[in-house]
């Protein structure tokens, strides 16, 4: 985990801090002993090289409000008659999954089988770290209507603002991972 990672994490569990309260939770949570000690001053830098993602108020440093996630809604529908959709809860820690197999879909039938089911801490740290919020708000091929195609959409409420972006057959540079993480929380491939 990067280090600014790791201070998304600790502001996460215990809301603002102040930058030596952060170098040194930060510190107890390095591993290594061959790591040495982080300072405040690496914490300060690391802190205003990512300064979209960080807030500083009376001293505390947290997360940014318009970057902290509260709720993930994404659908995706592809051309095989089949929906997915995923909404996924931070704040309550929780998601639901859910998927529709069209009537007169040929793809057989799964065996049940046990799932595995990611931590959604880290979700929400691969979804910070992604940038959403940098997404457009539409992908597309611009060839017009195109049949048999997969359409997707990804809405992003966090404490102060709402991004969403959508697409058909275009998707942004970041959704290979994007889905990874979510297949990896859900425990379901999440991918056309």
């Known amino acids: 985990m990067k280090i600014y990672e790791t201070i ?31 300072l405040p001053s690496h914490i300060k830098s690391i802190v205003t090289r990512k300064k979209d993602l960080f807030h500083m108020k009376e001293g505390n440093i947290s997360i940014a409000p318009d970057k902290y996630p509260y709720f993930l ?82 809405k992003l409420k966090t404490k102060s603002k709402t991004y969403v972006s959508e697409g058909a057959d275009c998707y942004p540079e970041k959704w290979p991972e994007f889905c990874q993480s979510i297949g990896k929380l859900t425990g379901e491939p999440f991918t056309y």
């Open 8 to 38: 998304i994490s600790i502001l996460d569990e215990k809301g603002p801090l102040s930058i030596p309260l952060i170098c040194y939770e930060v510190n107890q949570l390095r591993v290594s002993d061959h790591d040495k000690p982080l």
């Open 73 to 154: 809604a994404v659908i995706l529908d592809g051309d095989e008659g089949i929906t997915y959709q995923v909404n996924i809860n931070f704040s309550k820690k929780s998601f639901s999954f859910f998927e529709w197999i069209n009537k007169g879909n040929r793809r057989r039938e799964r065996e049940p089988y046990l799932r595995v089911l990611g931590n959604i801490d880290e979700c929400k740290r691969e979804v910070i770290a992604m940038k959403i919020w940098e997404w457009e708000p539409f992908y597309g091929t611009g060839v017009g209507i195109t049949l048999g195609k997969t359409n997707w959409k990804v």
